[in-house]
């Protein structure tokens, strides 16, 4: 069974660009959600998808969106970059049914440089 | 919103010596609590999880335990290794029907040999 996968795996901007980075959920998997990972500060949570409808969203930014279609392949999207948006962008899928359980199946993750 | 609370953010031991690593949440009605450990350069990786009903856990070198009064849940290793040195991020999830974990800070682990 393939992992989640995650791509591009590095990238360089610079600011006011934008970026669009897409996630493959393992295959059965509904629930795709993204996390923003810098250093000391974990795994900040930007929002998750759950069969193509955003079911929940983090504390960010209009610039941060994001988007899943049919398939439950997903995408983000930030705008108008800033040096502060450098970071690891990780995605994880999951089958998303049921609230109390369930194992998150990281990506390798997306390595964003503004510049 | 809830809100986990993970000490200490850098713990360096020895070999064979045992690790503890703390974590605290808010919202009482969580009831699912994962444990990920990140190697260096590599994913995030379940590694133990526990839920609301049950007071501990172990498999095998780690086990987990949960104070439900208190709001508190750790991991522990025992015998602790070189390859067990990584990031461990702590979460708690299930409050207002949240299907996706709040997660710590996360723990840097130095296991030296």
């Known amino acids: 069974k393939a992992g989640v996968t995650q791509t591009p795996r590095y990238l360089i901007k610079t600011r006011g660009q934008q970026v669009t980075l897409s996630c493959s959920p393992i295959?059965?998997?509904?629930?795709v959600s993204w996390y923003q990972q810098t250093p000391g500060q974990g795994l900040q949570f930007l929002f998750e998808?759950?069969?193509?409808?955003?079911?929940n969203k983090g504390n960010f930014p209009g610039r941060f969106s994001g988007r899943q279609f049919s398939n439950s392949r997903s995408e983000m999207n930030v705008s108008t970059l800033e040096l502060g948006d450098s970071a690891l962008y990780l995605c994880?899928?999951?089958?998303?049914?049921?609230?109390?359980?369930?194992?998150?199946?990281f990506g390798e993750g997306s390595r964003l440089t503004v510049l | 919103g809830e809100n986990v609370e993970q000490h200490p953010s850098t713990l360096s031991v020895q070999e064979g010596d045992s690790a503890v690593i703390k974590c605290t949440y808010s919202?009482?009605?969580?009831?699912?609590f994962p444990w990920y450990k990140q190697e260096l350069g590599k994913r995030p990786q379940l590694i133990i999880d526990i839920r609301s009903n049950v007071g501990e856990k172990k498999d095998q070198r780690i086990a987990v335990t949960l104070n439900k009064t208190a709001k508190h849940f750790s991991l522990h290793i025992t015998e602790t290794q070189p390859e067990d040195s990584a990031v461990y991020f702590c979460a708690a999830q299930g409050a207002g029907g949240s299907y996706i974990p709040t997660f710590g800070r996360g723990t840097s682990l130095i296991v030296h040999p």
């Open positions: 998808y759950f069969s193509e409808t955003q079911r």
């Open positions: 994880a899928s999951s089958l998303g049914q049921t609230a109390n359980t369930g194992e998150l199946f």
């Open positions: 295959s059965g998997h509904r629930s």
């Open positions: 919202d009482s009605a969580s009831n699912y």
